[in-house]
T-cell receptor, first 112, second 112 residues
Framework: EPEVTQTPSHQVTQMGQEVILRCVPISNHLYFYWYRQILGQKVEFLVS????????KSEIFDDQFSVERPDGSNFTLKIRSTKLEDSAMYFCASRRDYNEQFFGPGTRLTVL | AQSVSQHNHHVILSEAASLELGCNYS??????LFWYVQYPGQHLQLLLKYFSGDPLVKGIKGFEAEFIKSKFSFNLRKPSVQWSDTAEYFCAVNERSNQFYFGTGTSLTVIP
């Protein structure tokens, strides 16, 4: 069964550094998402992406964040200058149409 | 914006006990409703979903949920829990737009 994959599974970085989180959505899916889950808190929507552009973003998704689909298969989330409060689990998800979203296993980001 | 409430933050049950987890949402229009489960160390997985039709939906592993439109609720139930049901359970709502809104989650611990 096809699944969403994410790399790396755990990323440790120093405050102020740039990180890129990678996702490979399910191949025939058209909508792509990033969510984050700070430890002990709920899953929060960051951004959605369709037809090679951002279709929706939350107030969390400020100028330090960007997303890209560089090669038709990968979907990346870049955090330009990480802060301590960016430490969280980051989930990628994809869907084909108005249906369930399929989630990846997540990347745990730790900012020191 | 949509608001999703899960009133039980942490539930502890003995094996074979019955389970009911509450979920309420705020949007009064047409919604899709989901329950996701996150087992320890694993990613979010879909338990069940409601789009339309019979308000009582059955999912995997013996779970079911009932959509009560007048109460804006979508409570999750299982008649007899097992130790392997220990996990975090998230209710989610999609307004047939892009993003999903998640509740804060309910941590279920089943004692053998």
């Amino acid at each position: 069964e096809p699944e969403v994959t994410q790399t790396p599974s755990h990323q440790v970085t120093q405050m102020g550094q740039e990180v890129i989180l990678r996702c490979v959505p399910i191949s025939n899916h058209l909508y792509f998402y990033w969510y984050r889950q700070i430890l002990g808190q709920k899953v929060e929507f960051l951004v959605s992406f369709y037809n090679n552009e951002i279709s929706e973003k939350s107030e969390i998704f400020d100028d330090q964040f960007s997303v890209e689909r560089p090669d038709g298969s990968n979907f990346t989330l870049k955090i330009r200058s990480t802060k301590l409060e960016d430490s969280a689990m980051y989930f990628c998800a994809s869907r084909r149409d108005y249906n369930e979203q399929f989630f990846g296993p997540g990347t745990r980001l730790t900012v020191l | 914006a949509q608001s999703v409430s899960q009133h039980n933050h942490h539930v502890i049950l003995s094996e074979a006990a019955s389970l009911e987890l509450g979920c309420n949402y705020s949007y009064g229009g047409t919604v899709n409703l989901f329950w996701y489960v996150q087992y320890p160390g694993q990613h979010l997985q879909l338990l069940l979903k409601y789009f339309s039709g019979d308000p009582l939906v059955k999912g995997i592993k013996g779970f079911e949920a009932e959509f009560i439109k007048s109460k804006f609720s979508f409570n999750l139930r299982k008649p007899s829990v097992q130790w392997s049901d220990t996990a975090e359970y998230f209710c989610a709502v999609n307004e047939r737009s892009n993003q999903f809104y998640f509740g804060t989650g309910t941590s279920l611990t089943v004692i053998p």
